[in-house]
């Protein structure tokens, strides 16, 4: 069991630039921005592997640098003013994000036991869609993923499937669509 997170926050966008197109009158919506898992520091060199070596996502600190730390202000999440965060974000090549929030230094803070199979209650999978999977797969393999599930057909048989363990330990399911004839 691993006691790497307090919380997951779910929300995703195909670019923020879209996020807000409503029209004069709407009545009112939401629109997701960014998938923000909350973790530990200790997550975040394991995160850029997964994220950006293994799933080809942009990684913000290549060209923004590392997370700075910030404190004081408190969460209505969970942690206190004094706790240290740090923000960094993943970028897909079509826009979807994948951010980390950070907390460190808040004894207040309490952790989740993510479990070493399955899911739990409340517990969240990241679906992502791919292009050569294969790739995918083949990087997973070479830098040590945990893959729950190997690349192979998906129940339905319409697509090539895997799922992986993210390093702050979330269900992770790739999947590619296989040529459908009609």
Known sequence: MRALFTAVLM???PTL???DNHKEGDSGYASFARTTILARLADLEPSIVFWRDVMGFA???DTMGDPRPSTGSASEIGWSENATRYFTA???KEGSTVAL???EDDPGFPALDMPDAGVPYGGVVLVHTAKNIQGIYDRAVANNVTIVKPLGLSATGRSQQMFLRAPTGHFVEVYELLPQDD
């Open 11 to 13: 929300a995703f966008a």
């Open 17 to 19: 630039a879209l996020a």
């Open 59 to 61: 990684y913000a600190g």
């Open 90 to 92: 993943f970028t897909s």
């Open 101 to 103: 929030l950070m907390v």
